[in-house]
């Protein structure tokens, strides 16, 4: 009785087992793909240039460049109508059509007279033509173009020595 027990437990533990082996699914030809799209180009079309000015000897202050390309000061900064005048750094993507971008822009640039005398720019913002409003994340058309102008602000420290400044800073898009 005792041997039958156990093959009887054998049997039913076999059956089991093989109940289990039948409970599994496959599934054939489950799809994959990918999606390869255009990278983006970024081309400078015009250069940041923050206009002619002087400043107070005992004032410092600022020039505020618009992405729209006007000027405002603050403190002792007085502005000028004379050449060179303000240009807004400008840029053309190109990329995917219909896709948004983001627009990476440094948090300071410095830029350098010829005796080491420096200014900075900071408080960089672009305006995407495609936005038209001030963000750093703007659409490509139909076509996949879109364009972009830049400004800052300068500070001017009091008695800052006259000279033509300058420096370079970098401007990144990236699929948003």
């Known amino acids: 009785m005792k041997k039958t027990i156990i093959i009887l437990s054998a049997v039913v533990l076999m059956a089991g087992i093989t109940n289990i082996t039948f409970a599994q699914s496959t599934v054939t030809g489950t799809t994959a ?13 015009s250069v940041l240039h923050m206009g002619t000015m002087s ?20 403190g002792g900064v007085q502005l000028s109508t004379m050449a060179p005048l303000s ?16 627009i990476v822009l440094p ?3 410095i830029v350098t007279a010829g005796g080491g005398e420096t200014m900075t720019i900071n408080t960089l913002v672009a305006r995407p033509v495609s936005k038209a ?9 139909g076509t996949g173009t ?3 102008s830049v400004g800052g602000t300068l500070h001017v ?9 300058a420096g370079t800073f970098d401007v990144t898009v990236n699929y948003n």
């Open 33 to 45: 793909g990918a999606k390869i799209i255009v990278p983006l180009t970024l081309t400078q079309t």
């Open 55 to 74: 400043v107070l000897a005992a004032t410092p202050g600022t020039c505020i460049l618009s992405t729209t390309n006007t000027r405002t000061t603050t």
């Open 87 to 102: 240009t807004n750094a400008a840029y053309h993507v190109v990329g995917e059509p219909l896709y948004d971008y983001a």
């Open 107 to 109: 948090a300071t640039i």
């Open 133 to 141: 409003v001030d963000g750093l994340i703007g659409s490509l058309s």
């Open 146 to 148: 879109d364009d972009f």
């Open 157 to 165: 420290s009091a008695a800052q020595v006259a000279g033509a400044y």
